[in-house]
């Protein structure tokens, strides 16, 4: 099936290489000169595992494709929106100006019986606004959420754990259902679930989504500070109650909290416009769960600060970690950079390192003292706090090593992810969240 994929960013740029990959011929389109001629030579513009492979594949065979002009749209029959939402600069909504003029651009390329299936995170009501414009045209519009993890995204477009399409209850958007069905047929047929509901209802499953695994993460960091001032062990804590099959165990991880381009202007964008449709005391909680996670950036720098008496002025402080998650090179609203930049804000001198979001941090933060080599960074540090769980932090630096390249003893475990016995045997100072 020929098919676009409309904004070539992170989400767009995965779509497009992925649904190549399945067979379909693909042309992508964005608005950015730089970001189309990288991904026309075949390389990602981001580090996503196994993406460059893809794409590579995908512009070799001919089947995948790039332009900044609309008009090589035409003749698709699909036409996805993977169009930027981020969060707007003067209040916690959804910025949809940039769908709005995609959709705008796109219309005069659209074909009665073409579909347009939006893939944006937006709010409930976005979709039903934009579904009269391009009936316009003879086409139909659907929405088709994406949930996709960073680090994942190549694995989680081929094989999703589910799928769903929302459409228009009558026979154009039963027909467009069927395209969507035909479209991810590969997957279906492996036992993706296909379930097709209404527009309002598509739109907010991932809303709905983003804001459960949310208020999870920030629900094990609340019991974080009640285990800090009991002096329990939040992490014990965490493994029995995730026996509970009602619970589980995963997102139970207590730390510095989330990040990312997505979740936390997700769930900011979920409540306010909950608050537009007078359901606002719904979700109320959300505003809570926002303020447990920032507040765990600031408990982090205190645990550093105290651990020197008090300041930290003059203190060399390595940063195991720039990503706001691994396998990632996203520094977007990262809590490892928000920690680094408030302990160089008190004083301290701070290096950081990080396998692959060391560029994007520098261009953020270019007050930060950035080394690509995790060795060479850790060498004279009075402290190491690691911020991103990268396996060469968790995995594959034993204390052991680390005591033959500094003689600091501090270590602050920001991902709870490191042995406290191993390191505190070695001669270290073992901090962590919500750890005695």
């Not at 459960?212 to 800090?228: G, H, P, V, Y």
Request: proline share 4%; aromatic share 6%; with cysteine.
């Amino acid at each position: 099936m020929r098919m676009s994929v409309i904004g070539c960013g992170y989400l767009g740029a995965v779509h497009a290489a992925a649904m190549a990959s399945l067979g379909h011929e693909v042309i992508g389109i964005d608005t950015d000169p730089g970001r189309i001629a990288e991904l026309a030579a075949g390389r990602a513009p981001f580090f996503e595992p196994g993406l460059d492979e893809l794409l590579a594949e995908g512009v070799a065979g001919g089947r995948l494709t790039f332009s900044g002009d609309y008009a090589a749209a035409a003749g698709s029959r699909v036409h996805f929106l993977a169009v930027g939402t981020p969060q707007l600069p003067d209040s916690s909504g959804a910025d949809l100006r940039h769908l709005h003029a995609a959709v705008t651009s796109l219309i005069p390329q659209l074909r009665a019986g073409d579909v347009v299936a939006g893939k944006s995170t937006v709010p409930v009501g976005t979709a039903a606004a934009l579904h009269a414009a391009v009936a316009e045209r003879g086409a139909t519009l659907v929405w088709n959420p994406e949930f996709l993890r960073e680090g994942w995204a190549v694995h989680d477009t081929l094989q999703p754990d589910r799928l769903v399409v929302g459409a228009v209850d009558d026979a154009a958007g039963s027909r467009a259902t069927e395209v969507l069905r035909e479209v991810f047929a590969a997957a279906v047929a492996a036992g993706s679930p296909f379930l097709a509901t209404d527009l309002a209802t598509a739109e907010l499953v991932k809303g709905a989504a983003n804001a459960f695994l949310a208020t999870k993460i920030s629900f094990i960091n609340a019991m974080a500070e009640i285990a800090e001032a009991a002096g329990a062990d939040v992490t014990l804590l965490a493994d029995a109650i995730g026996h509970d099959v009602r619970i589980g165990r995963r997102f139970l991880g207590a730390g510095i909290g989330f990040g990312g381009g997505c979740l936390p202007k997700d769930i900011r964008a979920f409540a306010t416009r909950a608050e537009e449709l007078g359901r606002g005391a719904s979700v109320g909680f959300l505003r809570e769960v926002d303020a447990i996670n920032l507040r765990r950036r600031e408990h982090a720098v205190r645990l550093v600060v105290d651990a020197f008496g008090g300041s930290v002025v003059g203190r060399r402080i390595t940063m195991l970690g720039a990503a706001f998650k691994p396998h990632s090179d996203d520094v977007r609203d990262s809590p490892a950079l928000e920690v680094a930049t408030r302990l160089r804000g008190l004083g301290a001198e701070v290096t950081v390192t990080d396998p692959q979001a060391i560029a994007n941090a520098a261009i953020l933060h270019p007050q930060l003292t950035y080394v690509e080599d995790r060795d060479q960074a850790i060498r004279g540090a009075d402290a190491l706090v690691l911020v991103t769980e990268w396996d060469v932090y968790r995995r594959e630096l034993s204390p052991g090593h680390a005591s033959t390249l500094t003689e600091g003893r501090i270590v602050v475990d920001g991902r709870n992810c490191l042995d406290p016995a191993a390191w505190r045997a070695a001669g270290w100072t073992y901090l962590g969240m919500g750890r005695p």
